[in-house]
């Protein structure tokens, strides 16, 4: 699959044309919040009033990757998203709370549902097209990479538009929060590796991507394959299911791969794979880690994806002027131990 | 691409049964399960008529063997499940790679609303367990634990088509061969949120509900679950037991129309018939039934039925809303379905359109009102249409003797 272009809106100044990253933004605090655009140059302003802030998010980011791509009408459209549009959620169930099931109103129930990003984009320009959404927590991007790789395949599309998308509300935050998933106290992104504590920041973003099974001569990468496994038995399994894929992909392994970015988000148990990895199979392999940028949230790999498609072609090693550029990424992350997940791109 | 993929087994809990026989009976002898609201604890108990599974969250727990205080979409889920994987007999069902597709729209939300209720007062109150289980996606793991599958375990989430769209992604999973048998369809339980979302858009009937019917009034919620086991090709002719049917066809289409409203001419639910004919090779004259989306709404039924006219004029099939029935199970309703659409096909059967009483003026047909069986049923449409525009159909094929 070509990755023509991308729309993604995160915790970084990671929209439009901004030169990231310049300088990564720096989040106090165990949340980071998306950077927004404004809305009005890339939205009808009547239809903005009426969407929440993850609706905005998604559709601006669609919209900005197939104008970047000059598609006009994809052939598919598919998101993914753990959560769905919670603040549309939180705000019919606080109400129903408040009100004993009385005087409720119709549009945040309307939008509470978890395929309206992928709507609205359909709504917006038209498109009677394959239109999915997938709800696989930690898998959720994945999957729905997976299904345009199927219909990509089947020839049954050209030009697919996949996203993942989640947001933090307050009240999905306070929740999560008790759970233990975050940090407490002082806490800062730029620091996030370094704290060897429990507990990760909070993260949002939506990032999509055009995806074809034709080259178009100027794609920013080719995603080759992407694959997920569930709740694996160790370390060992996992080290077995990265080789497994790695040689299912023209027999690779990892000396053929320029880099690995992985999903590390700063806590200590959850950490442990990457670090175990680090010293064993991606011991000779540059490792780049991303969570710091974008927090920790269920659909996060879509913004290692993008981040792997704007490190493509770079150097591999920054610090010295001689590495040879980056030709191939493999992407490892896992959410709560429960989905893992592994992409491999290479450069066009 | 074209190897087939065909349902294996089936299993199916809803407001007219708890297991696949029981439903079958229920249809056979007209009998609704639309009845007063008994187990959800809502202000609106005595106004609007529901179709419950009619098992308390105890009787659940005793029927799943999942312990107490999980989801009562979850509980549905593994009992429909359970039914359809054990239906189909697979034998060597380990070394098989295998898959759990399942829809759902609420997830664990019946258990979040409680939850609510105490949160919203206090945002430190409120018993964490209540929501650990929210998202749509952790419903589907709980079940997959229980039923042993590991290998691909996805959700989907695309309003009342939903498990439309997860039956379609596993037979694509088998047709790709990354998977050789896929446990696919959907759950959903009544909830609060739902019920109460439904009324605001002034959908729910305050009487039993009539699909199809000139003077329909809305629609009844339901609650259940529905799989079909798909197997390939290969799987298929391992096993020992009848397969019930191939599925032919199937198609996803988006009417692009309105949030929740579907379009006067039905474009999106035209396209989605229109891609299921066309990828089985049939023609429209070719389908002996339609299970329709039917929901019983002026909207729904204006849209689905006109669609319907503009693809099958003169030669309408035999067609039924068995929501007259289930009620409007949601995320579950096209996997429910999928089950009465496979018995269908394998056994020539058609299911009545309760409460039938007057034809719509601008359709040329009218839905079946008495159970019959037909001989010569070869093959049936099953249409799901959800908010969001999205619409798809499955097509179910008789099987050679």
Redesign the interface.
């Known amino acids: 699959m070509y990755i023509r272009s991308t729309g993604n809106i995160s915790p970084q100044k990671t929209f439009g044309n901004a030169a990231f990253p310049g300088e990564v933004v720096a989040h106090e605090g165990n949340r980071l919040n998306c950077i927004t655009p404004d809305y009005k140059e890339l939205i009808d302003p009547k239809l903005i009033r009426r969407m929440s802030r993850v609706i905005k998010m998604g559709v601006a980011s669609a919209m900005a990757c197939l104008n970047q791509a000059g598609v006009t009408l994809p052939d598919a459209i598919i998101t993914g998203t753990a959560y769905g549009c919670l603040e549309d959620t939180g705000v019919f169930l606080s109400k129903m709370a408040e009100r004993g099931e009385e005087m409720l109103t119709p549009t945040s129930f309307i939008q509470s549902t978890h395929n309206t990003i992928a709507a609205q984009v359909a709504l917006l320009i038209g498109c009677h097209e394959y239109n999915n959404t997938f709800v696989s927590g930690g898998a959720s991007f994945e999957h729905a990479l997976l299904d345009a790789q199927m219909l990509l395949q089947e020839g049954e599309a050209k030009n697919i538009l996949v996203g993942g998308v989640d947001e933090i509300t307050d009240i999905s935050h306070i929740i999560l929060g008790r759970f233990g998933l975050y940090k407490q106290g002082p806490v800062s992104n730029l620091h996030l590796f370094n704290y060897g504590t429990k507990g990760t920041i909070a993260g949002e973003g939506s990032a999509f991507f055009l995806l074809s099974n034709e080259s178009s001569e100027k794609d920013l990468a080719k995603l080759e394959a992407v694959t997920t496994f569930y709740k694996p038995k160790d370390f060992a399994d996992i080290e077995s299911q990265i080789e497994a894929f790695l040689a299912a992909n023209g027999g690779l392994s990892m000396y053929d791969i320029s880099l690995v970015i992985t999903g590390d988000n700063g806590d200590v148990k959850n950490d442990e794979v990457y670090h175990y990895l680090e010293n064993s199979l991606f011991n000779y392999c540059n490792v780049v880690k991303y969570k710091h940028l974008c927090g920790e949230y269920p659909t996060s790999s879509a913004f290692a994806l993008w981040y792997a498609v704007h490190l493509m072609g770079q150097n591999a090693d920054p610090a010295t002027a001689h590495t040879a550029k980056i030709k191939r990424i493999l992407i490892y992350n896992h959410y709560q131990n429960t989905h893992h997940s592994l992409m491999l791109l290479s450069a066009c | ?1 074209s190897a087939p993929v065909y349902v294996a087994g089936v299993g199916v809990i809803s407001g007219i049964g708890n297991n696949t026989a029981e439903c079958l009976n229920a249809l056979q002898n007209g009998r609704a399960g639309i009845d007063k609201l008994k187990y959800l604890d ?3 108990k005595d106004t609007f008529p529901v179709a419950e599974v009619k098992l308390s969250n105890d009787e659940l727990v005793a029927l799943s063997g999942f312990k107490p205080g999980i989801s009562r979409t979850a509980m549905l889920s593994l009992v429909a499940a359970r039914e359809a994987l054990n239906n189909a007999g697979i034998e060597d069902f380990s070394s098989l790679r295998s898959g759990f597709i399942s829809a759902n ?1 609420v ?1 664990g939300m019946d258990k ?2 409680d939850f ?2 105490q ?3 206090n ?2 109150a409120g018993r ?1 367990r209540n ?2 289980n929210h ?4 419903v ?2 709980l079940v ?2 229980e039923l042993g599958i ?10 009342c088509s939903s498990s439309a ?1 997860a039956i379609m ?1 596993g037979a ?2 088998i ?2 061969n990354i998977l050789d048998v896929v446990i696919a369809g959907g759950t959903d339980a009544l909830t ?2 739902t019920l ?2 439904f ?3 002034m959908i729910l009937d305050t009487e039993y509900c009539q699909p199809f019917d000139a003077n329909r009034r809305g629609l009844n919620l339901g609650e259940g679950a529905g799989y079909v086991t798909l197997v390939s090709e290969r799987v298929a002719a391992s096993l020992k037991g009848p397969l019930y049917c191939s599925l032919g066809g199937y198609c ?9 409203a579907s379009s006067p001419d039905g ?2 639910s035209f ?1 989605a018939m229109e891609g299921a004919l066309k990828m089985a090779g049939l023609n429209p004259a070719d389908i002996g039934y339609i299970n329709l989306h039917g929901t019983g709404t002026q909207n729904n039924d204006n849209s689905e039925g006109t669609a319907i006219k503009r693809l099958f004029e003169p030669h309408f099939p035999k067609m039924s809303s068995t929501k007259s029935f289930t009620g409007h199970t949601l995320g579950a309703s096209a996997g429910i379905e999928a089950v009465f659409s496979a018995l269908s096909v394998q056994q020539g059967f058609i299911y009545p359109n309760l409460r039938f009483e007057t034809q719509i003026a601008d359709l040329p047909f009218r839905p079946e009102t008495a159970f019959s069986t037909q001989p010569n049923l070869k093959h049936v449409l099953s249409n799901s249409f ?5 619409c798809s159909s499955l097509i179910f094929s008789k099987l050679e003797a």
Do not use: W
């Not at chain 2, 590991?150 to 309003?159: D, L, R």
């Not at chain 2, 959800?386 to 999205?390: K, L, T």
């Open positions: 691409m809502t202000a609106h729209t997830g979040t609303e609510f209720t949160f919203n007062a945002p430190q964490l929501v650990v998202e749509c996606g952790k589907t793991e997959a634990d590991k290998n691909y375990i996805s959700t989907i989430s695309t309003a769209n992604y694509r999973l047709k790709n609060r949120f109460n979302g009324n605001t858009l996803n289409a988006n009417d692009a129309y309105h949030q929740t474009i999106g396209m959800g908010f969001g525009g999205n």
